[in-house]
């Protein structure tokens, strides 16, 4: 498998502009989550998503966020508009729920890092 | 809520020299606990897991921690450090049944010296 797979590695944008942060979870992995890194609060929990449907947002920071996971297979983190602050690494993360010792697992990407000027 | 306590921020040890990464956690119930290794610009990778059972776990690079119920505790240690070892060390806790969500400690930067 190759793993969980993020686009774009790197992203720099300017203040006010809409950011598009994509992920593909592991097959068969019924759980999705979006984590945001900073230095200053480390890593935190903005959404995630059991078969498909959003089950807690509550780390989503204000509205300017959003997340979709239109399919098994794909997900979106939309920032509109985009503020300094919110420069970060975005890490998108899946897992599944039954299974062998692997099950509960949480297995990362390898992070978006955002920068807005 | 579950909350995970990491008070080393920063550790240096030599190549060769044993480790401990301390690692604390609130919640009101066995929990279920992790330790990821962060490189830099990577993302996490799990080293080791505790579900139940066996309080000592062992992991991938010859990492082992111990689940300390009395402690609230589950320290990560290593016999000795090589200096690939080097990188960013997070605990994290899950709630079993709670949807597979885990919060993260704060961290512990490892450097090993040579």
């Known amino acids: 498998d190759a793993g969980v797979i993020q686009s774009p590695r790197h992203e720099v944008t300017e203040m006010g502009q809409e950011v598009t942060l994509r992920c593909k979870p592991i097959?068969?992995?019924?759980?999705l989550f979006w984590y945001r890194q900073t230095m200053m609060r480390g890593l935190e929990l903005l959404i995630y998503f059991n078969n498909n449907v959003p089950i807690d947002d509550s780390g989503m920071p204000e509205d300017r966020f959003s997340a979709k996971m239109p399919n098994a297979s794909f997900s979106t983190l939309k920032i509109q508009p985009s503020e300094p602050r919110d420069s970060a690494v975005y890490f998108c993360?899946?897992?599944?729920?039954?299974?062998?010792?692997?099950?509960?697992?949480?297995?990362f990407g390898a992070g978006s890092r955002l920068t807005v000027l | 809520a579950q909350s995970v306590t990491q008070p080393d921020i920063h550790i240096t040890v030599s190549e060769g020299a044993s480790l401990e990464l301390r690692c604390n956690y609130s919640?009101?119930?066995?929990?279920?606990l992790f330790w990821y290794v962060q490189s830099p610009g990577q993302g996490l990778q799990l080293l080791l897991k505790y579900f139940s059972g066996d309080t000592l776990v062992q992991g991938i690079k010859g990492f082992e921690a111990e689940f300390k119920r009395s402690q609230s505790s589950f320290n990560l240690r290593k016999p000795s450090v090589h200096w690939s070892d080097a990188a960013e060390y997070f605990c994290?806790?899950?709630?079993?049944?709670?949807?597979?969500?885990?919060?993260f400690g704060t961290g512990t930067q490892l450097k090993v010296e040579l």
């Open positions: 993360a899946s897992s599944r729920s039954k299974g062998d010792s692997g099950a509960n697992v949480l297995t």
């Open positions: 097959s068969g992995h019924d759980y």
């Open positions: 994290a806790v899950g709630a079993p049944g709670g949807g597979n969500k885990l919060t």
């Open positions: 919640y009101g119930a066995t929990p279920y």
